[in-house]
């Protein structure tokens, strides 16, 4: 799954608030454009490595042809977006990355002395009054003594790398939603993609792919909180460019970053965050793309981890070509070259992105009087769940979305990108973000 995440350009950027107001917990995501945490699949020891996110099962493509349309999309959109979460009691903060397309926390270990685990937070168990440690995922309620030798040992593949983690349990809090879980503590992490990374691990958002219902934090969280959480709901905002500000909020949805109502869909095909849609339109006129696919229609699977729009190539070739991109995602392009909106049609309701939505332009590297244009998409090969499109950081940044978990049901609001004050917030705390632009690899890696 392309892992990218939401930074400014250099630098640091502004000071955020960590607010809670009518019983929403908001967290301030931070933007990168930096190495990604995400993992492709993970296994036991012995046995066949199963996939951490329906996506990274299979992809056509290279790493090469993700690293050159991840290069472009670089530019002025973030690739990835993260925030904080707390272990254990006392709290321990880590920065994760919010990712809706897996489904477990992973942080390092205090055991781990990799040169990567050193340059990050790192889990202590024996700090923590609360902590436990947990032998096998199909027993996430046992305790076990830390140095049981027939504890599991996980080991969750990378696409450059790989990572060994044990289980434990213990006190998780989002902003001031607390309680216990399980999660995972790598004791080893290779250097490549971590060493380097600006974040210490990843919160998977998606609760159909964790081992056991106590690894899904935010259900559990949902359901157990203290204090308890208004709904069990949580919902993300992207700001339109890297420098903008972007969050994730938990308890409920925050009607001030929608610019209309929200059009609520259900949950297709259980397991990740999957919805159908009914047709793509190009300056409003139907591409009857979803036709083909009969009852099943189009199935889109919203994916924070993910920087582009993806789909099946039957699909994403025609697509581009009336997007006025014929045979490639990058070209040359006149100043006052208009590109077409794109639209999808979501509960028979049109959604429309702006072009400048799902491409970017630029002078750099172009020929005198001109601009080198470029769109956020790729094909995607078989994930082993029927032709699917990834609703990637285009589609989010365009569109405030909600995601249910009681009622399993996601709901989608063109988001408000206009620069009018929020609503006051009551009981915050200041948290400093910081920007940043070093190196990456997607999880995207042919197998």
Known sequence: MFRVALVVQCGLVVAKVLSRHNDV?????????????????????????????FLSRSSTSSDALYARARAQSQMVHALQYYGEVTIGSPPQKFVVIFDTGSGH???????????????????????????????????????????DADRDTMIVNFAMGDATGQYARDKVCLGSYCAMADFVETTE?????????????????SGGVSDAPE???????????????????????????????????????REERMKGP?????????????????DILVDGKPLDLCKKYGKRQC??????????????????????????????????????????????????????????DYMDRSEKD??????????????????????????????????????????????????????????EQSGSSIDKLAAFAPGYKTKYAAK
């Open 189 to 205: 992490e290779s250097d490549d993609p971590f060493l380097n990374a600006e974040w210490d691990g990843i919160l998977g958002l």
């Open 105 to 147: 926390l992973m942080v390092p270990s205090g055991k781990c002395d990799s040169p990567a685990c050193a340059k990050h937070r790192r889990f202590m168990d024996i700090a923590s009054s609360t902590a436990l440690a947990i032998g096998w995922p199909d027993a996430p309620l046992k305790a076990v003594k830390q140095d």
């Open 262 to 278: 929200m059009t609520w869909v259900p949950v297709s095909v259980e397991g990740y965050w999957q919805f159908t849609f009914t």
């Open 299 to 356: 199935q889109g699977v919203v994916d924070t981890g993910s920087s582009l729009f993806m789909g099946p190539d039957p699909d994403l070739v025609p697509l581009l070509k009336a997007l006025q991109f014929p045979g490639s995602t990058k070209q040359n392009c006149s100043k006052t070259k208009v590109f077409p909106k794109l639209s999808f049609v979501i509960a028979g309701k049109t959604f429309e992105m702006q072009a400048d």
């Open 25 to 53: 917990v908001t967290i301030p995501l931070r933007a990168t454009r930096g190495p990604t945490y995400a993992p492709t699949n993970h296994k036991f020891p012995g046995q066949k490595a199963g996939a951490v996110s």
């Open 366 to 423: 172009a020929p005198a009087g001109m601009q080198t244009c470029w769109a956020h998409m790729m094909s995607i090969g078989d994930t082993g769940r029927g032709p699917i499109f990834v609703m990637g950081m285009p589609f989010l940044r365009a569109f405030y979305t909600a995601f249910d978990v009681k009622q399993k049901r996601i709901g989608f609001a063109t988001a408000n990108h206009d620069k009018t004050p929020l609503k």
């Open 215 to 253: 690894f899904d934090i935010f259900a559990v969280l949902a359901s157990d909180s203290k204090p308890k959480m208004k709904q069990p709901i949580f919902a993300v905002y992207l700001g339109r460019n890297i420098e903008d500000d972007s969050e994730i909020s938990f308890g409920a949805v």
